[in-house]
């Protein structure tokens, strides 16, 4: 059975900084890419960044510089740390898995950026 889970959401300050972490089990997750999507309210979910397999990564530019994605293959989980946080950044924030045709997803984290 797969399991994607995110955890680390949270009420944050503008300005301020929070790691998402998403762990994954029942994939063979070193051949997946992970990603982390949003979704605000009244607004279609988006990508904010990627991570493939062999480490590349690449991101949405409204994060670029400030967001950073990465993996750890020993523990199935990849993170996204978010630094200089604005209030436009406030959405659910969700992790997906990526391979061929399979496709999983988190059930999402909500992020609150607001003084």
């Known amino acids: 059975q797969v399991q994607v889970v995110e955890s680390g959401g949270g009420l944050v300050q503008p300005g301020g900084s929070l790691r998402l972490s998403c762990a994954a089990s029942g994939i063979i997750f070193r051949l997946y890419t992970m990603a982390w999507y949003r979704q605000a309210p009244g607004k279609q979910r988006e990508l904010v960044a990627r991570i493939i397999s062999g480490g590349t990564t690449d991101y949405a530019d409204s994060v670029k510089g400030r967001f950073t994605i990465s993996r750890d293959n020993a523990k199935n989980t990849v993170y996204l740390q978010m630094n200089s946080l604005k209030p436009d950044d406030t959405a659910v924030y969700y992790c997906?898995?990526?391979?061929?045709?399979?496709?999983?997803w988190g059930q999402g984290t909500q992020v609150t950026v607001s003084s």
């Open positions: 997906s898995a990526n391979y061929r045709q399979r496709d999983y």
